[in-house]
């Protein structure tokens, strides 16, 4: 056979593949040749499968309904259910800003954003990524680097992690960063993945009553009952709490307390707190190799800064809370700004050689993440929503999301000078927002608990994602892909581009352009004349009105008053309301009088002179009276309403009532 003839042969047996349905791909263990993947479902129980390269694949896990569903639908509900268990799937692939690279739902990896890092830890330019691991349900808890996909290095951590992150030390060669990672009341520090040094927070004072109690405990002079009615009774009142091992006796029962009071009353109280959050800061430079300091947070409301080397503390702040998060800029030996989210729901800001906060932020609920967008801190409160703040506090923008925020992070895009802040929400979306403006969103199988995003292994731009069920997720961002603002074209709006119909110009334009430009300066001084006379005019009738008291309010500061009247009916019997109000801070109001003045030939009014009662301080009192309409011929006038003092002539305020047109007389 001939070489033409087996290339002809070839593609032959290669078109017939490529138009090979779903349902009819070749059985299990017979080589295939297929252009891409497809996606196939085999009879094996509980497990989907992919023909991927010639071969069929296990890749993900079925439930039993997805199972019944599967053998009962065509090929086109099999497309649309691998859509929905690959999010990755060419079609959804090929209009998507990310690349997805891998996808387990089964990593059993239990994390939040603040125990990811990325960092080149050999030096050898592949990107690892460092897990916290809080195992599952926050039972043993351990240390996971990943290289790729798969767990590289596993130790376990004698409590649960913090906080991880990635420093420099020191500027000698090779130039490899340190891991740190808080756990409990210690910092480990990892060096090219072996433990380095260990750095453990400084103990507290005791309580000086409880030292007492537990003394006397020592020398057998009150029971284990006593001692636990009195330490409890420090626990609610005291402002030092107790320490670890008062909370642990207080939590026996009464059968254990005096074999727990026997082994421990003669050992010492100590008093430990915890790390909460961990941050780096820059030392001197603000380059990105640039030595870094680690900043902690601590569960006695502490910032603590140290030294990268020798790994002392190189500075201490006090907050009103506990810390939660941390975002902090500039540099230790310059200037630096350190934002803390506390527990407390507020947001304190500080700066070099401040013991406290210079700023706060106040909030209305819960912080649920920090992170800093160039200028902007941007905080995810427990109300779903997103809220911008300048570094003074003062608030910039909010947006609101559709679903609880689980977590934050920063997207930071150096090849663009792109910042943007990502939340993952509970309704399974990782929203991307610059400012305001929403630059993309991304779906995921489960709710997103931690995001991180950089350059890891080889990628530069690379979103890592861990959900709520221990699933891990990564994605590439495509070199191509541009965030717009608001998903559409970049570039002016499409409005801008539309021509005004603007009309042609007529002999009378002209011609008053030409007056203009000739008797400009004698338009422009008969402007500012009439402009004065009308000033001057104002002014006068104002003076006139303050004079005879026609405005309804008062201006006098002795009598304060404040009064509107109300016109209710069609005719020929009209229900007059006058609101009178004192409008003083605390000075009632006596010996008032109500005046009408009317046309006797058209009106007539029960009372047309009354007492006021006492006006009490901000209260407005009602005033009714009925106008009777005399005149048949369908014409109003103006009844006007003065208010004295009683002893003076001239009123203290008053009102003119335009009277409507009495419609009974007139339709009879």
Not at 409 to 415: A, D, G, R, V, Y
């Amino acid at each position: 056979m001939s070489w033409d003839e087996r290339l002809r042969l070839s593609r032959q047996k290669l078109n017939r593949v490529q138009r090979l349905p779903h349902g009819d791909l070749p059985a299990l263990g017979r080589k295939a040749e297929c252009p891409e993947p497809l996606y196939a479902r085999f009879p094996e129980p509980g497990r989907y499968w992919a023909l991927r390269c010639g071969w069929p694949k296990p890749v993900a896990k079925a439930t039993s309904a997805k199972m019944a569903a599967a053998s009962s639908s065509d090929s086109d509900c099999g497309r649309a259910e691998s859509a929905q268990l690959f999010p990755s799937s060419p079609s959804n692939e090929a209009s998507s800003k990310w690349l997805d690279a891998h996808y387990d739902p089964v990593a059993n990896i239990h994390t939040f954003s603040s125990c990811l890092a990325l960092a080149d830890l050999h030096g050898d330019g592949e990107y690892k990524l460092v897990v916290g691991d809080l195992g599952p349900g926050g039972q043993h808890p351990r240390l996971k680097v990943l290289k790729g996909p798969t767990v590289l290095t596993e130790s376990p951590l004698p409590a649960l992690p913090a906080a991880a992150a990635t420093f420099l030390m020191e500027q000698h060669e090779p130039r490899t960063p340190a891991l740190a990672l808080a756990s409990g009341p210690c910092v480990y520090v990892y060096k090219n993945l072996r433990p380095y040094f260990k750095f453990s927070l400084p103990q507290l004072p005791p309580n000086p009553l409880e030292q007492d109690l537990w003394n006397q405990a020592k020398e057998d002079r009150i029971d284990p009952l006593t001692l636990k009615e009195m330490l409890e009774g420090i626990r609610e009142k005291a402002e030092v709490p107790l320490s670890v091992q008062s909370l642990r006796f207080l939590q026996l029962e009464l059968s254990e307390m005096e074999a727990f009071v026997s082994q421990h009353k003669s050992k010492s109280i100590k008093r430990q707190t915890v790390i909460t959050t961990m941050t780096t800061l820059k030392k001197n430079l603000a380059d990105e190799d640039a030595v870094s300091c680690l900043v902690l947070g601590t569960e006695n409301k502490e910032l603590l800064v140290l030294d990268p080397e020798a790994f002392i503390i190189l500075a201490k702040m006090s907050l009103p809370s506990v810390p939660v998060f941390l975002d902090v800029s500039g540099q230790f030996d310059v200037e630096f700004r350190l934002a803390a989210a506390c527990r407390n729901g507020n947001i304190y800001i500080l700066r070099r050689d401040a013991k406290r906060p210079k700023y706060c932020i106040e909030l209305s609920a819960q912080p649920v993440g920090l992170v800093r967008v160039h200028k902007v801190l941007v905080v995810g409160s427990t109300q779903d929503s997103l809220h911008g703040f300048t570094h003074k506090g003062k608030k910039l923008w909010t947006v609101q999301m559709p679903a609880a925020i689980l977590t934050m992070n920063l997207l930071e895009q150096h090849s663009r000078g792109l910042q943007a802040v990502m939340a993952g929400l509970a309704n399974g979306e990782v929203r991307i927002y610059r400012d305001k403006t929403l630059l993309n969103v991304i779906r995921t199988p489960d709710a997103v608990t931690s995001l991180c995003f950089g350059r890891y292994g080889r990628e530069d731009n690379t979103l890592i994602m861990t959900t709520r069920g221990g699933g891990l997720i990564i994605k590439i961002l495509k070199r191509t892909a541009v965030f717009v603002e608001g998903g559409g074209e970049a570039g002016p709006p499409p409005a801008q581009a539309l021509k005004l119909n603007v009309p042609r110009k007529t002999r009378l334009y002209v011609d008053q352009t030409l007056r203009e430009r000739e008797a400009g300066t004698a338009m422009h001084r008969t402007f500012q004349t009439d402009l004065y006379l009308l000033r001057l005019r104002t002014a006068r009738a104002y003076v006139q009105a303050l004079e005879s008291s026609l405005n309804p309010v008062s201006v006098t500061a002795r009598e304060p008053l404040k009064l509107h009247a109300v016109v209710q009916g069609l005719g020929p019997t009209f229900k007059l309301t006058l609101h009178l109000q004192n409008t003083s801070a605390a000075r009632p109001i006596l010996g008032l009088l109500v005046c009408f003045l009317y046309n006797e030939v058209l009106y007539a009014l029960p009372r047309a002179f009354f007492k006021v009662p006492l006006l009490v301080p901000g209260l407005s009192y009602p005033l009714e009276t009925f106008v009777e309409s005399l005149s048949d011929k369908g014409i109003s006038d103006i009844i006007k309403v003065l208010v004295l003092r009683e002893g003076q002539s001239a009123p203290l305020l008053s009102a003119h009532i335009n009277m409507p047109v009495s419609e009974g007389l007139a339709a009879a």
